[in-house]
Structure formats: C-alpha cells, structure tokens
C-alpha cells in the first residue's frame, strides 16, 4: 500500500521529528508552536525537513522581521540536492523602518534560476501571522499567501520548457544576511545596531508524498502514479474562476518585477516567457 503523509499543526513536540537544524542551532529557539530564528553580527541559521516531498503542499506561518529589516532574508522553500536542483522560493527582502517588505519567489529547474517575481504585500508582515503555502503537482505550482495565490507556474514541456517533477525536494526555513542585493540592489546594508534580527515561524502544513532517504533515488515507484493522490485529480487541473479572479487582483496591484518583463536584463527571453 502507498503512503500518503498527512503532518496538521507540526508543533514543539514534534518539530525535531520532522525538521532539524542545518545551520547554527544555536540561534534557533523553539517555544510552544513557535520556532524563531536569529541574525546577528556572526551568523545567520537555518532548517531542514529530515525527509524529502514529491508533489502536493507545503505551508507555514511566519511573522517577519520588526523594524528596520533592510539587508536581510528570510527564506521559506523547497529544495532537492546537488547542483542540478530543483528549487521553489519564497524569499521576504528586508527594508529600512516604514517601507514594505518585498516577497521575491523564485523556481530552479535542473540548476537553473532567474525566474524571480516580486510582489508587495496587502498587510505588514511583521505585526502577526500569515501563511505561505506551496501547491505542486504535475501541472502547475501555485504560490499562495493566505491561500490567496500570488503566482502560478505552469507545465510548459511540450514546448520544450523544463518543469519540476522528478526530484523529490526538502522543506527548509531560514534567515540570512543578504545586505549585496536584498534591498534596493544592495545600496542599503544591514544596520547590525538593530539585531538580533529575529523572524518566526509556526503551524507547519505538509500534505505531500512523503520519501525517506531510501526512497529518494527512485521516487515515481511511490509519488508517480498519475492520479493517485489528491494533488493530481481532474478537479485540480487548473485555476477555477475564483482563483483567477485572485491571481489577477494581486498581479495588478502588488506585482512589482517579472523577470519576463525585463528586457534590459535578458538579450533573448527566456522560453518559458513565451508561451502563455
């Protein structure tokens, strides 16, 4: 029989069953449902999923950085290994004291990036709970933030553009010092006066087809029967009209960069731009 993992409300007792630190645990601090991670002076720090996930959802909730944030990166993604990864982002860019954060997803196929979206928010971030979610299967992966989708990616193979579906991919959190690029190209830096820069994370969600290491290598023997889970059913192909009018309403009002808009940064743009 085929296993379905089905983690609802993943807490403090069972975080460690799940996650486990891949980067400074010192500067981790699990309380309650709560687990916040700290940036200072000396380091950043991180989290992993013990397991790896093939298709379905992925979600938490997370209050960002208070104050002024600028320089920093709190990261929310998925990631299989190597350098030929598959990689699905949600990356919330700092700023100074009164200015909005800056959401900035992302998705690598086989090693390759560069298909960033950035979007402004409808709510400060930093003054309670909201969720992000991934929604990923064989068709299209979703970008949502309090189940509102803010971006959707579609299978495009038949014309040649490479989509996600054969590597299995880590659940992983973490906060960084980005002061480079993160905010407004990287002219403003990290006021190090301001840390210990602390962002937190709770209610894990992972509804997905769940491989232990052993598993990995060979992932369509479990998650790859097509329509076997609810992820891959008739009724979850494509948006629904409710769900467009949604994707619609943010991409007119909080969309700020598409990498297929920018001709300045793309001599031939990229193929997945050129088919709608």
């Not at 709970?129 to 970008?143: A, E, K, V």
């Not at 509804?207 to 076997?228: T, W």
Request: with cysteine; hydrophobic share 35%.
């Amino acid at each position: 029989m085929l296993l379905l993992l089905f983690v609802h409300a993943v807490n403090s007792a069972n975080f460690s069953e799940i996650f486990q630190p891949n980067w400074a645990p010192d500067h981790i601090v699990i309380q309650g449902d709560e687990i916040s991670l700290s940036l200072d002076n000396t380091t950043g720090c991180g989290f992993e999923s013990k397991k790896k996930y093939l298709f379905g959802k992925a979600t938490t909730q997370l209050k960002l950085v208070q104050g002024n944030s600028a320089g920093t990166v709190i990261a929310f993604y998925m990631a299989s290994d190597g350098n030929n990864h598959d990689e699905l982002d949600f990356e919330f860019l700092g700023n100074v004291s009164g200015e909005p954060y800056l959401v900035q997803t992302n998705i690598y196929v086989n090693g390759s990036g560069n298909r960033e979206q950035r979007h402004s928010l409808w709510f400060d971030p930093t003054m309670d709970f909201h969720t992000y979610s991934f929604f990923w299967n064989r068709r299209s992966i979703l970008f949502l933030v309090d189940d509102i989708p803010i971006r959707e990616f579609s299978s495009k193979e038949k014309k040649g553009v490479p989509y996600p579906k054969n590597q299995p991919m880590g659940i992983h959190g973490s906060l960084w010092n980005a002061d480079d690029w993160a905010t407004q190209g990287g002219r403003v830096k990290i006021n190090w006066s301001y840390s210990p820069f602390v962002t937190t994370f709770q209610s894990f969600d992972i509804d997905a087809c769940e491989l232990s290491p052993d598993e990995v290598d060979d992932p369509v023997v479990k998650c790859g029967k097509l329509g076997q889970f609810w992820w891959d059913k008739p009724v979850m192909k494509g948006l629904k009209q409710q769900r467009k009018r949604q994707l619609n309403w943010v991409r007119n009002k909080f969309l700020v960069y598409d990498y297929c808009n920018d001709t300045a940064r793309f001599s031939e743009m990229p193929k997945d731009c050129l088919f709608v």
